[in-house]
């Protein structure tokens, strides 16, 4: 350095000294400093022996240690590099003992005082720290202060570069961490310490790195410009743009203008921003969308994938240099550099790819398929002359082109080279029209006989005659064919040939078996139901008459057949299924339950006029079966023949002179068609010849309708004297005396006295308890119709229902019909306490009865019901009376759509349900429109639904008996938003 003195300094000498300057010690030197550890200096030297405690003692003794440790450190330091400070041995040897530094201006005192650790130090115990013996109090106080100490130093900044002690109470300098460097900086030479770079700026301002320069690239068009006005300046043209004159010693010279580059950087930027908006109206056509969604589809390759690509490159370079002539690792190769992003790397594999195995049609395919579709052209063409008998090259060349004719050309290429392809010539035929595709086939049969849907196809276009020429040459070529066979079949029927169509299909049968053709039975009967489905009943008729009983033991053959019906009603091919049992009843013509299985498949997917042919064969076969004869005069009397199910039923009573089920049905027929006194002298009959209690139940009924109750107790009576078990007989009894006839006391006990009959007789009847027991609740009141004095007669009827009811529990223990009418009962008693006290008892013993848990649903609070409805739906999934409920608070809520959706529910789990079909229409009434009301209305009466609380209550009225089910939908529907509204 140039301000360095050439000579040593003398010794003592002290810089700045003369002009009054003082010495100072830095930080760096001396290190971070605790209190304690600077009082530790002045008190080191007290003696230990002073204090006279125990604490004193022990503090002594560790300062005395810590003192000790200090001066042997100091004195190594010392020893190893000099009696400097730390920074190299002093030129002017060692300070002379007592020398204080600046003591001669007055620096110092002269005189160093040593700590005796006297009365005014800190340590010193006896004075006013001291505070008597040292207990266990003061060792948990000093390491709670040591642990506090130690915490606070973990805090500081350098904390991780300091050195405990081995004590951990003192921390070591930061100039001794430095001393080493310190003492190298001596042997620094000039040009070391020039070559030291300049603390630099830096400030976040200057942390951020600056944006590099950018340069646009331009056209050839304009640096050829460029270059001719160049040209032309150098020339001397000096009033081109972008020259300038220069004149030097008195020459001219020209030179470019370089602006001009920057203003053609200008016009290609704005020429780019003009292609990428709108000519006319301005407005960018760039997709912003398809831009975000492209840069979100952006793979970043993470280092891992990295280095899985680097792994799968060199295994795949191996795999080329050991087997260069194999295809598939050239396609993997590519593959893997696509995956990476590096698709022109990807193309130069796959080619050289090419040229390595130029007979691998899937290498030339790979390299089709990353080029683009005009170079993937160039591709395939050289694959074709390389692999001329390549049926894929040839397809995907085809669907490269845009034109039809184009593929067409291709296509008839690949056809000269193969024409034994039937891909290719399936291609080409789907591309022509009718006759040039009659054409093609034609051909295509005599190259390729071998293809069954080539001649499928061509005997699809021919005529019939043709058509028949085509198929008996595909019999000759392809002998053990079924679909030939089978396609001959179809031909035959489309014509109306029936019975030629059943020749064919026993000839296919017979001459696949001769050339050991083997089709299953299973195999058969699928394409019996293929060809129902093409529309070719006959066909699959006939298969079914030549082939469902292959392979089917005798004993076997009527379950194996009816399971084979039901499978083809499933699967749709109602046809089949016809064949099937038609065959099945010619096997087994007295079979009631394969008639039935018929009669159900023609009622639900056959017409009136089939469903009558089965049933009278029916008839004909099992005369004495009434269902079918009563059936088909039902079927009859519904479509409007009245006379037709007159006949009917006088061939069932020729047939079956004593049956009960057909002098009813006759009956029913003169009833409902309004002939009561026909209908009288049948029932007059019918008790004479097939007496029975339904009989004597038909005829009171019939004099109940016509009013004629005295004449209808009579027949009652008569038929208890007969049938005394008979409890719908009771029933009527006490309903006529007690409703129809006048509200008097002896006609009342007319009707006690037929349900105390009927209880003693049919004790079991749960629904004779129930009307007996209404009967008393009911009676109090009529009985004081009128009279003044009738008040406080309701209480003992609630009382005689009550115990009536409690004694039917008795007798029919864990009955849901008898807890829930002695519900009712008590609210309509007024005791809802006792209602829900009932209910738990109920619940109780019935956990699982569908009734009660709809019963609590709909009357507990609404606070309760969604609880109630959890509970009932893991308890009863599948109840539909619980269905019900749960769709009714759905609708109560407005929750329209999830109550349809419950209410559907519960009309498929019980179409014969009437009440879940009357309360789905009620609504629809409130809550649907005309086409949803209709459609339910539609579905109730084809289920002809026949239970339900409601539903009985209100169709078996005898004001309503003569109501449809259409009616009575609507009937209980109304009903039911009125018991709603006064609700």
């Known amino acids: 350095m140039a301000f360095r003195p050439k000579k040593a300094a003398p010794r003592g000498y002290v810089a700045g000294l003369g002009r009054g300057a003082a010495g100072f010690t830095t930080r760096s030197d001396i290190g971070p400093m605790s209190a304690k550890a600077a009082m530790g200096d002045d008190d080191a030297g007290a003696p230990s022996g002073v204090g006279g405690s125990r ?183 000096t009033n081109l743009a972008g020259t300038a004159q220069v004149e030097s010693s008195g020459a001219k010279s020209s030179v470019a203008n370089m602006s001009g580059l920057a203003e053609a950087r200008g016009t290609m930027l704005g020429m780019s921003l003009d292609r990428m908006s709108d000519s006319v109206s301005g407005q960018t056509v760039v997709d912003p969308k398809g831009y975000l969604t492209s840069l979100s589809n952006t793979k970043i390759a993470t280092n891992a994938e990295i280095g899985d690509i680097n792994k799968a490159r060199l295994l795949l370079k191996s795999v080329r240099d050991t087997n260069p002539k194999h295809g598939p690792g050239w396609i993997a190769a590519a593959r893997v550099e696509e995956a990476a992003g590096k698709t022109l790397q990807a193309r130069k594999l796959i080619q050289e790819g090419c040229e390595i195995c130029p007979t691998s049609e899937d290498v030339w395919l790979e390299a089709a398929r990353l080029h683009p579709p005009d170079l993937a052209k160039t591709i395939l063409a050289s694959a074709v002359r390389r692999i001329p008998t390549s049926v894929k090259i040839f397809e995907h060349a085809a669907e490269l082109e845009n034109h039809e004719d184009a593929k067409k050309a291709v296509l008839r290429k690949g056809l000269e080279m193969n024409p034994k392809s039937v891909k290719l010539w399936k291609s080409a035929i789907e591309l022509e029209d009718a006759e040039n ?23 699809r276009l021919e005529t019939y005659n043709n058509a028949r020429k085509v198929l008996n040459q595909a019999r000759r070529a392809l002998p053990g064919e079924r679909s030939i066979w089978l396609a001959a079949a179809k031909l035959e029927e489309s014509q109306n040939h029936d019975d030629i169509v059943d020749k064919i299909v026993g000839k296919a049968v017979s001459s696949l078996e001769k050339h050991d053709a083997i089709v299953s039975r299973a195999q058969w009967l699928h394409e019996a139901e293929l060809s129902d489905a093409a529309g070719a009943p006959m066909t699959s008729a006939a298969i079914v008459k030549h082939t469902v009983g292959l392979g089917v033991d005798v004993e076997d053959r009527q379950r194996t057949w009816a399971d084979d019906a039901n499978g083809a009603v499933s699967r749709g091919s109602i046809a089949t299924a016809r064949a099937i049992l038609a065959h099945a009843l010619a096997a087994f013509p007295s079979k009631r339950s394969l008639w039935m299985q018929t009669v159900e498949l023609e009622r639900k997917y056959g017409d009136a006029e089939s469903l009558d042919e089965i049933l009278a064969a029916a008839s004909e076969r099992l005369p004495k079966q009434e269902i079918f004869w009563l059936v088909r005069a039902k079927e009859k009397w519904m479509a409007g023949d009245i006379a037709k199910s007159r006949e009917i039923l006088t061939q069932a009573f020729a047939a079956n002179p004593n049956s009960e089920p057909v002098w009813i049905a006759a009956a029913k027929l003169e009833w409902e068609t309004g002939e009561i006194d ?58 006529v005396c007690s409703e129809e006839l006048e509200m008097t006391k002896s006609n009342i006990d007319r009707a006690r006295k037929f349900f105390q009959r009927g209880l003693q007789q049919c004790p079991n009847s749960v629904t004779l308890w129930i009307l007996s027991s209404r009967l008393e609740e009911r009676a109090p009141g009529l009985l004081a119709q009128g009279n003044q004095n009738g008040n406080g007669t309701s209480g003992v009827g609630f009382t005689k229902a009550r115990s009536l009811l409690e004694l039917a529990r008795l007798k029919n223990a864990k009955s849901p019909e008898l807890w829930v009418e002695a519900l009712r009962l008590e609210r309509r008693a007024g005791n809802d306490k006792l209602a829900v006290n009932l209910m738990a008892r109920a619940l109780q013993e019935c956990p699982k009865a569908g009734l009660l848990l709809a019963e609590n649903i709909s009357t507990s609070p609404r606070a309760e019901q969604k609880s109630k409805s959890a509970d009932a739906i893991k308890k009863c999934p599948d109840d539909p009376l619980v269905i019900t409920a749960v769709a009714s608070l759905f609708a109560s809520e407005r929750k329209q759509a999830k109550g349809r959706k419950w209410f559907e529910r519960a009309v498929i789990l019980n179409p014969d349900l009437g009440d879940s079909w009357a309360k789905y229409y009620a609504f629809e009434l409130e809550c649907g429109n005309e086409a949803n009301k209709k459609l339910i209305n539609d579905r109730c009466v084809a289920s002809q639904p026949k239970h339900g609380e409601l539903w009985c209550k209100i169709m078996k009225d005898m004001k309503n008996r003569q109501k449809s089910v259409s009616e009575g939908v609507e009937l209980v529907a109304r009903h039911i938003l009125t018991q709603k509204e006064s609700n």
């Open 678 to 735: 026909r209908a009288r002298v049948l029932l007059n009959r019918a008790r004479d010849r097939a007496s029975s209690a339904r009989v004597y139940m038909k005829s009171a009924l019939l004099e109940r309708e016509s009013m004629r109750f005295e004449d209808c107790l009579s027949l009652l009576e008569e038929g208890l004297s007969k049938y005394p078990k008979f409890s719908k007989l009771h029933m009527i009894g006490g309903q």
């Open 437 to 459: 595709a009659k054409i093609l086939l034609s051909v295509a049969v005599e190259k390729v006989p071998h293809s069954v849907d080539m001649w499928l196809a061509l005997a």
């Open 55 to 237: 604490a004193a003692e022990q503090r002594a003794a560790k300062m005395t240690a810590q003192r000790m440790q200090q001066q042997a450190q100091q004195k190594a330091i010392s020893a190893g590099a000099g009696s400097g400070a730390g920074v190299g041995p002093s030129p002017f040897g060692v300070a002379p003992k007592g020398y204080v530094p600046g003591m001669g201006r007055g620096a110092g005192s002269g005189k160093v005082e040593e700590d005796t650790g006297g009365p005014t130090g800190f340590d010193n115990n006896n004075g006013m720290f001291d505070k008597g013996p040292y207990d266990d109090d003061d060792e948990e106080a000093d390491e709670i202060y040591k642990s506090i100490d130690e915490r606070m130093k973990k805090k500081r900044k350098n904390g991780d570069n300091s050195n405990s002690q081995n004590d951990g109470s003192s921390t070591a300098k930061i100039g001794d961490q430095f001393r080493d460097l310190k003492q190298k900086l001596a042997t620094v030479s000039e040009s070391e310490w020039a070559s030291i770079p300049d603390v630099g700026d830096y400030s976040l301002r200057y942390k951020q790195k600056r944006r590099q320069e950018t340069f646009t690239p331009i056209t050839d068009s304009l640096l050829e410009s460029r270059s001719m006005i160049n040209a032309d300046a150098t020339s001397g043209n």
